[in-house]
């Protein structure tokens, strides 16, 4: 199995960057589909982003669409979120997870390994 650990959480002013990575050990990553959830305090954690194994689809949250990012690079076996124009709204604990299925999916069901997840606060 793989294991997952996110980093590059913080606090940020409104307006500012960050961004996220997701090292894996155990496995290559090019082996599953990869995706980013969220979950804000007292929220049910939602999909953020995801991106598929070989072609690089990606798919998006609406209210996260022009101003996050998702790549991966299969050499380091890191999966980024470059997180741009952020919102307070968009506080919250991010995690990375993993799917081991042959199509895409935003349901938290269908990933089949998590990261911890690393807090994201950003101030107004």
């Known amino acids: 199995q793989v294991q997952l650990v996110e980093s590059g959480g913080g606090l940020v002013q409104a307006g500012g960057s960050l961004r996220l990575s997701c090292a894996a050990s155990?496995?290559?990553?090019?082996?599953?589909?990869m995706g980013w959830f969220r979950q804000a305090p007292g929220k049910e954690r939602e999909f953020v982003a995801a991106?598929?194994?070989?072609?690089?689809?990606?798919y998006y949250l609406d209210s996260v669409k022009g101003r996050f990012r998702i790549s991966r690079d299969n050499a380091k076996n890191t999966v980024y979120l470059q997180m741009n124009s952020l919102k307070p709204e968009d506080t919250a604990v991010y995690y990375c997870?993993?799917?081991?299925?042959?199509?895409?999916?935003?349901?938290?069901?269908?990933?089949?390994?998590w990261g911890q997840g690393t807090p994201v606060t950003v101030s107004s």
């Open positions: 997870a993993a799917d081991e299925s042959l199509t895409y999916s935003y349901r938290e069901a269908s990933y089949d390994y």
């Open positions: 991106i598929t194994r070989s072609n690089g689809y990606t």
């Open positions: 155990g496995r290559t990553l090019s082996r599953y589909i």
